[in-house]
């Protein structure tokens, strides 16, 4: 069977209650400036391993406006904290301003530039006990970059932790073989799929791939 992913979320749209009024603003407003969000069945699974986990820390690699990470913050505990890691100064201004806005509690840590070298930072800090791991780290950031943030967020996940990688099918993408895909894009579609690999043959990690969004790979770190 072949799924048509619009098709599907615009069921999920149907079925499911409406969004907090914050999120279906910064959602109407994504929508008119064309700036990505995730997809309606993403954010149903996203906000439901949240709720399930209960995770005091999460990380997050692409903040774009702050759509997802406020989606987060209303499934997770009150006391908990998101840092998250944005690199364009648009998305960064507007995702302030929705921050500002929305994360009463100033719970939210908004952390500038590239992801990478942030990671790296953190990193230094997570090794001589400057920063806790995360419980829960959601990637949706640059896809070509997925591997180094995968070897960082490894590492910063505790056990019993979540690791949430968006976008991983790229429109279905991945499942072509690589003579399928346009030049521009083997390297990218090399990159991912070996990344999905060692994800689901990591011994440490149980790991699931699923088509919700525009496809997730969720791994639990044993
Ligand atoms: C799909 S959007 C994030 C959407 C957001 N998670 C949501 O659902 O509301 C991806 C974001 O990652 C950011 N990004 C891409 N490469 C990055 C990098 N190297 N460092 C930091 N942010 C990056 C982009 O600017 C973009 O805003």
């Given at each position: ?6 098709r ?15 999120l ?7 929508i ?27 990380l ?5 406006t ?50 990478a ?51 991983v ?6 499942l ?23 994800l ?17 790979c ?5």
């Open positions: 069977m072949c799924m048509d992913a619009e599907f979320d615009t069921f999920v749209l149907a079925m499911r209650k409406d969004l907090p009024a914050h279906r603003e910064i959602e109407e407003e994504a008119r400036d064309h700036v990505p969000i995730l997809r309606p069945a993403g954010r149903d699974l996203l906000s439901f391993l949240v709720r399930m986990k209960q995770p005091e820390r999460i997050e690699i692409g903040t774009g702050g759509f997802s990470a406020l989606l987060m913050q209303v499934a997770q505990p009150e006391t908990g904290i998101i840092v998250t890691m944005e690199k364009d100064p648009e998305r960064i201004r507007a995702a302030e301003e929705h921050f500002q806005k929305y994360d009463q509690k100033q719970r939210i840590r908004l952390v500038t530039g590239d992801a070298g942030n990671l790296d930072a953190l990193l230094a800090a997570f090794r001589d006990g400057r920063e806790a791991g995360f419980d829960l780290i959601f990637i949706d950031a640059a896809k070509g970059q997925y591997p180094v943030y995968l070897a960082a967020a490894k590492e910063l996940l505790v056990p019993g932790g979540l690791m949430v990688f968006d976008n099918l790229q429109e279905e993408t991945l072509s073989s690589r003579y399928q895909v346009a030049r521009r894009e083997r390297t990218i579609h090399a990159r991912m799929r070996e990344m999905v690999k060692e689901m043959e990591d011994e440490t990690f149980q790991t699931f791939l699923t088509e919700a969004g525009d496809g997730m969720v791994s639990y770190k044993i």
